[in-house]
């Protein structure tokens, strides 16, 4: 019976010591995973797995979040036309085409995009130019030009505005060079 006693006696007073010790080094509240949040637990796994460095020690990960959030891209579409009478296309003449913010009559139409196209032999030529969405103004007017150029120099261009985006008109169109 006193074996048993001691032998309490002494468990009981490890533990007292061991709680002590662990209470005097550890912060007064550790983080739970509810409260380090999902991100944490990604870094353990990616850990685990050896896919990246992590944060595992501070609890955060070793990687800030972007300012800035991911582009997304939206597309003009549509065909160009030229007149058959004015030649053929011939390997290296190119197309470029561009999407102006043509709102400001006073100063020279503002670049949103633009695109270069290595003329087929097929006519119409399709093209897809890709914009950045913030990049647009509901309150502005924007149009597509087009370009038709051999051997660097201007042969042919769209002379009517086309209109795009913003004040009901559409991402489709079909531009005529001149």
């Given at each position: 019976?006193?074996?048993?006693?001691?032998?309490?006696?002494?468990?009981?007073?490890?533990?007292?010591?061991?709680?002590?010790?662990?209470?005097?080094?550890?912060?007064?509240?550790?983080?739970?995973?509810?409260?380090?949040?999902?991100?944490?637990?990604?870094?353990?796994?990616?850990?685990?797995?050896?896919?990246?460095?992590?944060?595992?020690?501070?609890?955060?990960?070793?990687?800030?979040?972007?300012?800035?959030?991911?582009?997304?891209?939206?597309?003009?579409?549509?065909?160009?036309?030229?007149?058959?009478?004015?030649?053929?296309?011939?390997?290296?003449?190119?197309?470029?085409i561009k999407l102006l913010d043509v709102s400001r009559q006073d100063a020279p139409?503002?670049?949103?995009?633009?695109?270069?196209?290595?003329?087929?032999?097929?006519?119409?030529?399709?093209?897809?130019?890709?914009?950045?969405?913030?990049?647009?103004?509901p309150a502005h007017r924007y149009a597509v030009q087009?370009?038709?150029?051999?051997?660097?120099?201007?042969?042919?261009?769209?002379?009517?505005?086309?209109?795009?985006?913003?004040?009901?008109?559409?991402?489709?169109?079909?531009?005529?060079?001149?």
């Amino acid at each position: 019976m006193k074996v048993n006693c001691i032998f309490s006696l002494f468990v009981v007073s490890y533990t007292a010591l061991v709680i002590a010790i662990t209470g005097y080094f550890l912060p007064p509240h550790t983080a739970t995973a509810d409260e380090l949040g999902s991100q944490m637990m990604f870094d353990v796994w990616k850990h685990r797995n050896g896919e990246a460095d992590t944060g595992l020690l501070t609890g955060r990960a070793s990687k800030p979040k972007s300012a800035e959030p991911p582009m997304i891209s939206a597309y003009i579409r549509g065909n160009i036309y030229f007149n058959k009478q004015h030649g053929v296309l011939l390997s290296g003449d190119e197309l470029e085409i561009k999407l102006l913010d043509v709102s400001r009559q006073d100063a020279p139409a503002a670049v949103i995009a633009t695109q270069s196209i290595t003329a087929q032999r097929q006519v119409p030529v399709p093209f897809k130019i890709s914009y950045d969405p913030a990049h647009i103004n509901p309150a502005h007017r924007y149009a597509v030009q087009a370009r038709f150029l051999r051997n660097g120099r201007e042969c042919f261009i769209n002379t009517t505005p086309c209109y795009v985006i913003t004040h009901g008109h559409t991402n489709n169109v079909n531009i005529f060079l001149e």
